[in-house]
Protein backbone atom coordinates (compact mmCIF):
# COMPACT_ATOMS: atom_id res chain seq x y z
CA UNK A 1 0.00 0.00 0.00
CA UNK A 2 0.92 3.48 -0.80
CA UNK A 3 0.90 6.41 1.32
CA UNK A 4 1.38 10.10 0.48
CA UNK A 5 2.13 12.86 3.20
CA UNK A 6 1.48 15.91 0.85
CA UNK A 7 3.15 19.24 1.35
CA UNK A 8 0.94 22.49 1.01
CA UNK A 9 3.68 23.50 -2.16
CA UNK A 10 2.70 20.33 -4.04
CA UNK A 11 -0.71 20.64 -2.56
CA UNK A 12 -2.10 24.07 -3.67
CA UNK A 13 -1.00 22.51 -7.44
CA UNK A 14 -4.74 20.68 -6.99
CA UNK A 15 -6.59 24.50 -7.45
CA UNK A 16 -4.55 26.49 -9.47
CA UNK A 17 -3.08 25.22 -12.57
CA UNK A 18 0.61 25.02 -12.70
CA UNK A 19 3.38 22.33 -13.09
CA UNK A 20 2.43 19.46 -11.53
CA UNK A 21 -1.21 19.88 -11.13
CA UNK A 22 -2.09 17.33 -13.69
CA UNK A 23 0.00 14.68 -11.43
CA UNK A 24 -1.43 15.79 -7.99
CA UNK A 25 -5.09 15.53 -9.43
CA UNK A 26 -4.34 12.14 -10.90
CA UNK A 27 -3.58 10.86 -7.88
CA UNK A 28 -6.94 12.77 -5.87
CA UNK A 29 -8.31 11.13 -8.69
CA UNK A 30 -7.28 7.64 -8.24
CA UNK A 31 -8.16 7.48 -4.73
CA UNK A 32 -4.71 7.66 -3.57
CA UNK A 33 -4.18 7.69 0.82
CA UNK A 34 -2.61 10.73 1.78
CA UNK A 35 -2.17 12.69 4.42
CA UNK A 36 -1.38 16.72 5.60
CA UNK A 37 -0.94 18.78 7.82
CA UNK A 38 -3.84 21.03 9.37
CA UNK A 39 -1.25 23.80 8.39
CA UNK A 40 -1.28 22.99 4.80
CA UNK A 41 -5.33 23.24 4.74
CA UNK A 42 -4.59 26.75 6.33
CA UNK A 43 -1.80 27.76 3.94
CA UNK A 44 -4.00 26.95 0.61
CA UNK A 45 -6.60 28.96 2.14
CA UNK A 46 -4.45 31.70 2.40
CA UNK A 47 -2.84 31.66 -1.10
CA UNK A 48 -6.95 31.80 -2.06
CA UNK A 49 -7.70 34.74 -0.39
CA UNK A 50 -4.70 36.23 -1.58
CA UNK A 51 -5.35 35.21 -4.49
CA UNK A 52 -8.75 36.89 -4.91
CA UNK A 53 -8.05 40.30 -3.34
CA UNK A 54 -5.09 40.47 -6.04
CA UNK A 55 -7.75 39.78 -8.65
CA UNK A 56 -6.59 36.45 -10.18
CA UNK A 57 -9.48 34.60 -9.16
CA UNK A 58 -13.05 35.96 -8.49
CA UNK A 59 -15.72 35.61 -6.08
CA UNK A 60 -17.02 32.33 -7.54
CA UNK A 61 -14.04 31.07 -8.44
CA UNK A 62 -12.51 31.62 -4.73
CA UNK A 63 -16.35 30.11 -3.34
CA UNK A 64 -15.23 26.99 -5.78
CA UNK A 65 -11.73 26.35 -4.40
CA UNK A 66 -12.80 26.74 -0.71
CA UNK A 67 -15.82 24.31 -1.57
CA UNK A 68 -12.77 22.13 -3.07
CA UNK A 69 -10.33 22.22 -1.12
CA UNK A 70 -12.54 21.29 2.52
CA UNK A 71 -13.86 18.30 0.45
CA UNK A 72 -10.38 17.21 -0.31
CA UNK A 73 -9.63 17.50 3.65
CA UNK A 74 -12.52 15.38 4.40
CA UNK A 75 -11.08 12.79 2.51
CA UNK A 76 -7.47 12.89 3.77
CA UNK A 77 -5.74 11.67 7.40
CA UNK A 78 -5.24 14.94 8.96
CA UNK A 79 -2.07 15.77 10.84
CA UNK A 80 -3.32 18.16 13.08
CA UNK A 81 -0.89 20.36 14.90
CA UNK A 82 -0.78 17.95 18.39
CA UNK A 83 2.19 18.88 21.08
CA UNK A 84 3.80 15.66 19.29
CA UNK A 85 4.12 17.50 16.13
CA UNK A 86 5.12 20.81 17.77
CA UNK A 87 8.40 19.49 19.49
CA UNK A 88 8.94 17.15 16.24
CA UNK A 89 8.83 20.59 14.66
CA UNK A 90 11.87 22.11 17.53
CA UNK A 91 13.98 18.93 16.62
CA UNK A 92 13.18 19.54 12.77
CA UNK A 93 13.98 23.13 13.16
CA UNK A 94 17.52 22.60 15.09
CA UNK A 95 18.51 19.84 12.61
CA UNK A 96 17.50 21.18 9.31
CA UNK A 97 17.12 25.07 9.76
CA UNK A 98 13.83 25.50 7.60
CA UNK A 99 11.43 27.88 7.87
CA UNK A 100 9.15 27.56 10.40
CA UNK A 101 6.06 25.85 8.40
CA UNK A 102 8.48 23.69 6.65
CA UNK A 103 9.30 22.53 10.00
CA UNK A 104 5.90 22.29 10.72
CA UNK A 105 5.21 20.00 7.51
CA UNK A 106 8.54 17.76 7.61
CA UNK A 107 7.24 17.13 11.67
CA UNK A 108 4.33 16.36 10.74
CA UNK A 109 4.81 14.11 8.09
CA UNK A 110 7.69 12.16 10.36
CA UNK A 111 5.21 11.74 13.26
CA UNK A 112 2.41 10.71 9.95
CA UNK A 113 5.07 7.90 9.06
CA UNK A 114 5.37 6.66 13.20
CA UNK A 115 1.38 6.11 12.69
CA UNK A 116 1.79 3.88 10.11
CA UNK A 117 5.56 2.36 10.98
CA UNK A 118 4.49 -1.21 12.12
CA UNK A 119 2.19 -1.57 9.03
CA UNK A 120 4.47 -1.90 6.36
CA UNK A 121 3.39 1.00 4.37
CA UNK A 122 5.11 2.76 0.89
CA UNK A 123 5.51 5.96 2.39
CA UNK A 124 6.47 9.29 0.69
CA UNK A 125 6.63 13.30 1.49
CA UNK A 126 5.10 14.98 -1.99
CA UNK A 127 6.57 18.29 -2.61
CA UNK A 128 7.90 21.01 -4.68
CA UNK A 129 10.12 23.56 -1.75
CA UNK A 130 13.61 22.91 -2.90
CA UNK A 131 14.60 23.22 1.02
CA UNK A 132 11.95 21.14 2.49
CA UNK A 133 12.78 18.30 -0.36
CA UNK A 134 16.68 18.22 0.47
CA UNK A 135 15.43 18.33 4.64
CA UNK A 136 12.99 15.35 3.60
CA UNK A 137 15.27 13.18 1.72
CA UNK A 138 18.03 13.97 4.91
CA UNK A 139 14.81 12.30 6.95
CA UNK A 140 15.03 9.24 5.46
CA UNK A 141 11.67 9.85 3.41
CA UNK A 142 11.41 8.90 -0.92
CA UNK A 143 10.53 12.27 -2.46
CA UNK A 144 8.09 13.13 -5.01
CA UNK A 145 8.06 16.28 -6.97
CA UNK A 146 5.14 16.61 -8.84
CA UNK A 147 6.85 19.39 -10.70
CA UNK A 148 9.42 16.95 -11.95
CA UNK A 149 6.01 14.61 -13.04
CA UNK A 150 6.19 11.76 -10.44
CA UNK A 151 9.59 11.12 -10.67
CA UNK A 152 10.86 9.94 -7.62
CA UNK A 153 14.16 10.67 -5.31
CA UNK A 154 15.41 7.94 -3.02
CA UNK A 155 16.80 9.21 0.23
CA UNK A 156 19.82 6.73 -0.93
CA UNK A 157 20.54 8.57 -3.59
CA UNK A 158 21.04 12.22 -1.78
CA UNK A 159 23.54 10.79 1.20
CA UNK A 160 26.74 11.19 0.31
Known sequence: MTLLYIDASA???????????????QQFDQGI??????????EIAATCARKRTAGAIDAAGFQ???TDLLDDWKGLFQV???PEV??????????HAL?????????????????????????SFVASDQELKAAALKAGFTVIDPQEEGEVTNCEQARP
Not at 11 to 25: D, L, M, P
Open 99 to 123: RGADCAHLASAIVFREQFALTGVDF
Open 33 to 42: LMGASTLGLI
Open 11 to 25: WVKRYFEEAGSGWIN
Open 64 to 66: QIE
Open 86 to 95: IEQSLDVART
Open 80 to 82: DLA
